[in-house]
Structure formats: C-alpha cells, structure tokens
C-alpha cells in the first residue's frame, strides 16, 4: 500500500498521521525541524470543546454558533459545524492519550475565552500546546516504532508533483546536504502560518515563513482570505519577534487600562459590558488602537493582572508569569504590563472544503495553512482545535482515495524554477517585504496604504535574485490583492475608507495565479448556517 506525504509535523501534521496510522495507512512526516520546535507548542490557553463540565448547560450548538459569529458569517458552516459537533471527542482523545488537562476536585474545570458565551476552554496551565504536542509526539512515535510513521526531518518542500491537474507526490530537500527525493502518494500541506511574512511583528514561530503556502500558489492552487490576519491584543515586542500574553490571563480576570487624566480607566469594561476584557480579539485590538490615537490618554495599553488569585497564578498562569518575569523584568502579579497588538494568527490560507480537499486532486491542507474554520476572526481557543481535528478530518478524506495508484514522480525532478537559491543573499529583500506588508496590512487598512504596499513589494520582486522571494513576494502581493478587493470592513479587516459590512461581501476571497499572473473572486461560501441541519449531526455521533 502507498505512503501519505504529510509536509508539517506540528499538531495539524502530527494528528493527520497518528489518524491514518491508526487506520494502518503509513505516512512521511516531513519537517525542517522537530515538532516540538513547531509553532503548535507555543499555543498556551487552551482547546475549545463543549463538554459542559461548568454546569452551565453549553453545547456543541452554541459553540458553532459563537465560532460562525466571532468569523462575522464568513466560514463554511458545514465545516464548522463538524469542527464544533467532534470537538467533545477531540479532548476526550488528547485525555486518553495521556494530556493532563486542567482539574479540580477530581473534576475537568474549563476556562472562559474571548468571544464566547460558555467556559469552553479546556487548558494545561498555561502550557497547552505544548502538553498537546508531547502527547501527540508519543503517540507518533508508537506508530514510528511499527514502521506506519517515517519521519524525514531536516527536510523542506521543493515542489509539489502536479500533473494534469492532479497532486501525485511531493519533492522535499534535505536542508543539510541539499539531496532531493521524490515522494510518491497524497500530499497533505501541515506547515502551519504564513506569518513570516510579517518578520519580527508576529507572536508565531520565525520557521512559518508562508514559503508552502507561496509553492502552493505558484503551482496553481487556489487560497482564500488572505485579508484576514488576526491581531492579538497583548503582545510584548522582544528580540526578533513578539511575545503573547495569552488570552487565558483576561480569562482568569486580567483587565485592559489606559491612562486619563492620571486615572486609569478599563476601557473595555465600559464600553463593552457584555463581555468586556473577552471580546473576539479584533474588537479588542481596534479599540487599543483607537485608544493608543487618543490625545486624553497617555499613549499606552495595559493589562493590569494584579487582581488574579496566588493560586491561579501557582495552578493556572505559572508559565506564563515566568515568561513575563524573564523577558519583562516585571512580575505581573504586581505589576502592570504594556501591551500592544502584534500579528498572530492567519484566519486565510489554501482553500480547502469540508473534508480538507484543494483544488487540486490528491492535495489536502490542515491547520493553520489551511483556509477553512474560521472566516474573519478565530476565537481564541479554536486554533489548537482546528489543528488537531482537521489533521484527522484530512485523513480520512484520504483514506478514500486509491493509495496504489499513484504513480512514481522519481524521474521528474524540479526545474531551477523551485530551486530555493541562496536565503542568505536575500536576508535584506525579505525584510522589505516584511516591513511593506505590516504597513499596509495594519489592524486599520485604507487604499492608499495598501497600493503603497503593492507598489513596493512588486519592486521588491523585480530584484530578487531566488525563486523563493519572488515567491514570497507573490504571497505577499496576493495578501494585499484580498484587502484591496474587499471594500468592506469584516472582523479582523477594517478599512477606515469602507467601514461598513456589506452582504455583498460575504463571500470567500479566492486567489489563484492564472497565466503568470494572480486573479482574484469573491466566491460564493459553500454553505450557509440555513444549510447546516443539526439532526444530521446528532445521527453522525
């Protein structure tokens, strides 16, 4: 029987194989680095699942409804809806695999998270992504140690083996010695964010760089949404990239001040009753923007954590005061940190549909590569979930497909048009797009920024000198193609020049490269929340 090729070994990666594995399918895992290198682990609050462990009557019902809202309608609500309906087995899953999810009494505790109704987010401390990964990790190895999981660490991406229009294998480098190998069955694209794009602004890892993202489309495969970038609202800007204070800090009662007139003042407090502190976290981050511009405050954000507990701090938070001790100089626990948004996560990605299928025949994608839960916004919380349910929602797609009848991609090596060239050379050109990116794609976007964008990274392009920043330019250039054709304001993309949400627009923004050049669609979502029947559902438990 043939092999899946999974490119990725974070948690979307790690859970594609240890589902096929356990449906005796062998698989590559192929990573640059280890998986507990991987961006997953940096994921501290914790996984969505409506188990109801809080008493206060949450179902999976309400949580797809408060993940279709937090995404301001934007998402394929079949595909959420099977997210949300299987995320009680998910946790229940990571428990019998050995995760040691949060307790009290004996008994599983949840945690309340931003934009959600219902303490829903089941958590390690302040670890969770982490647990996640050691736990999947071991899990993997198992299947290694039977010969179902092969892993080909150090390696990257090349290229992928389309023909005719169909996906047959992948080629991947040996990053140490420059040696190529063709894959040959399904592909599986796990590679997490294209934040890198973005350099230093982002909370995620410097490795998600968007290059499989950038191959993907360069070798026509559509992605989606790429307009949408979340900001997270309290970032710490530190060497060479950001770091998250994570949600579950307001969770645990943290609040959000400004300075007035001397006072401080909680400013989501008073203008957000509702859920104050734990609105979705674009609402969040326009108003510390909104904030920061303010003439009557002092130009500062802060997230005042010394109300919390002794023993939330010793049960709950300890890795992340120790962090904040570390890098802040500060304990948090006695004394306000400042705070500002910085890049997080990437709501777009390749367009994939219910069962993570591309466009491409015999080319999935899960996890954070992946366009398909989340629409304009993500709660908080969803992102571990999406990971790990969709990497076994993609294997089961595969497991339909004929795994013997793809044919051998040894004798189609790729041309020097995929050849990575010299990175080093092009250190300088990457942070140019970098820069010309975060300028244009800020949390407040306008025509004028953005076309300053385009024009700077298309001369960014023209003096490359590698295939893979032209690539990346590329990438970039689509991003910003999105935001310019959505003349709209929708979760995490406003536009100071188009503020309000038009129905018009609630559409899929799909990009493609044609002809050599990228070509934009509004495409209708494939389903709606009227198509969504919840009897269907319950008989598929």
């Not at 023909?163 to 590679?191: H, I, Y």
């Not at 330019?473 to 054709?485: N, T």
């Not at 709209?488 to 609630?506: I, Q, V």
Request: with cysteine.
């Amino acid at each position: 029987m043939g092999r899946v090729v999974i490119i990725g070994s974070g948690l979307a990666g790690l859970s594609c194989a240890h589902a096929l594995a356990e449906r005796g399918i062998s698989s590559w895992l192929v990573s640059p680095q280890r998986s507990e290198r991987a961006a997953s682990v940096l994921a501290e609050g914790g996984i969505n699942a409506a188990l109801d462990v809080m008493g206060e009557g949450d179902t999976w019902q309400q949580h797809f409804e408060d993940t279709m809202s937090a995404g301001r309608w934007l998402a394929d609500a079949r595909s959420v809806a099977g997210l949300c309906h299987g995320a009680p087995d998910v946790v229940r899953s990571l428990i019998g695999l050995g995760v040691p999810f949060q307790t009290e009494g004996g008994s599983l505790v949840q945690r309340p998270f931003g934009g959600q109704r219902k303490k829903r987010t089941t958590f390690v401390g302040s670890s969770t992504g982490k647990m996640l990964v050691t736990a999947l990790v071991d899990a993997v190895r198992r299947h290694e140690a039977a010969g179902l999981v092969e892993r080909l660490a150090h390696h990257e991406l090349v290229q992928l083996a389309i023909d005719g229009g169909a996906c047959r294998g992948a080629w991947v480098r040996d990053v140490r010695t420059g040696e190529l190998s063709g894959l040959m069955g399904p592909v599986v694209l796990a590679s997490g964010s294209y934040g890198g794009l973005f350099g230093p602004r982002t909370t995620g890892s410097a490795t998600n760089t968007g290059d499989v993202a950038a191959i993907a489309l360069a070798q026509g495969v559509e992605l989606a949404n790429l307009e949408f970038i979340q900001y997270h609202p309290t970032t710490i800007p530190i060497s060479g990239k950001r770091l998250l204070v994570s949600e579950a800090a307001r969770g645990e009662g943290g609040r959000l001040f400004v300075t007035r007139d001397g006072e401080r003042w909680y400013f989501m407090e008073e203008l957000y009753p509702e859920l104050g502190n734990l609105m979705p976290r674009d609402v969040v981050s326009r108003e510390e923007v909104r904030q920061l511009a303010d003439p009557a405050n002092d130009g500062h954000i802060y997230l005042d954590m010394t109300g919390l507990s002794q023993a939330v701090w010793e049960s709950r938070l300890h890795d992340l005061r120790d962090e904040l001790i570390r890098y802040v100089g500060a304990d948090p626990a006695t004394t306000p940190v400042e705070v500002e948004p910085g890049i997080h996560y990437c709501m777009g990605g390749i367009l994939v549909d219910e069962g993570h299928a591309t466009n491409v025949a015999g080319l999935f994608a899960a996890g954070e590569c992946a366009c398909a839960y989340h629409g304009a916004n993500r709660l908080g919380g969803n992102s571990l979930l999406g990971a790990i349910y969709g990497g076994a929602r993609a294997a089961a797609s595969v497991v339909e497909l004929d795994l013997d009848g793809f044919a051998d991609v040894s004798g189609d090596a790729p041309g020097d048009g995929f050849s990575r060239g010299s990175a080093d050379a092009e250190v300088a050109l990457d942070a140019e797009i970098a820069e010309a990116a975060f300028s244009a794609l800020g949390v407040v976007r306008d025509e004028a920024t953005l076309e300053q964008g385009v024009k700077t990274i298309e001369d960014v392009a023209g003096r490359a000198g590698t295939a893979r920043t032209r690539r990346r330019a590329q990438l970039a250039l689509a991003s910003l193609g999105c935001a310019l054709g959505r003349r709209e304001s929708r979760g995490a993309h406003t536009r100071s020049d188009y503020p309000e949400t038009l129905d018009d627009y609630r559409r899929t923004s799909v990009v493609r490269l044609s002809q050599g050049k990228l070509a934009y669609e509004l495409r209708a979502i494939a389903s709606s929340v009227d198509d969504v029947s919840l009897d269907e559902w319950e008989v598929r438990a």
